[in-house]
């Protein structure tokens, strides 16, 4: 009878070395894309944190009104984030829609929005 020494092959361990090099990769891929998700949910919040920042500001100022404004967050050093502020009428009497559209300006379909009722006062009449 030969003497079978104890061990793996090489076949054996090539097959057990590509199978632990699959994991990894898929790990890696699994990382990486927990990774990218992350980001994106970051982005996703700080774009609604500053549009609930900036229409508060457009509010406590009186400008939430004027429709059409837009600007950037350069202030905070943000230069790639842009703002737009839409104001139309809500169909009842003084009470105006105010939409703030918080975007990325690198194209992409993301953005935040915030809506909200503000109060215009009515215009009222000098006396004779």
Known sequence: MPNRSRGFTLVEALV??????????AAMNGLS?????????????QMQQLAIEKYEEL?????ALNA????????????DYRWTVE?????????????????R???DAREATISGLVY?????EAAP
């Open 68 to 79: 059409g404004q837009s600007g950037d967050f350069a202030d905070r050093n943000l230069d």
């Open 16 to 25: 057990g070395v590509l199978l632990i090099g699959v994991g990894v990769v």
């Open 33 to 45: 894309a927990i990774a990218r998700t992350d980001f994106r949910v970051r982005e996703s919040e």
């Open 105 to 107: 300006g690198n194209g």
């Open 59 to 63: 509010v406590a100022t009186g400008e």
């Open 87 to 103: 104001s139309e009428g809500s169909g009842i009497e003084n009470l105006q829609s105010v939409t703030v559209t918080v975007r």
């Open 120 to 124: 215009q006062a009515p215009a009222t």
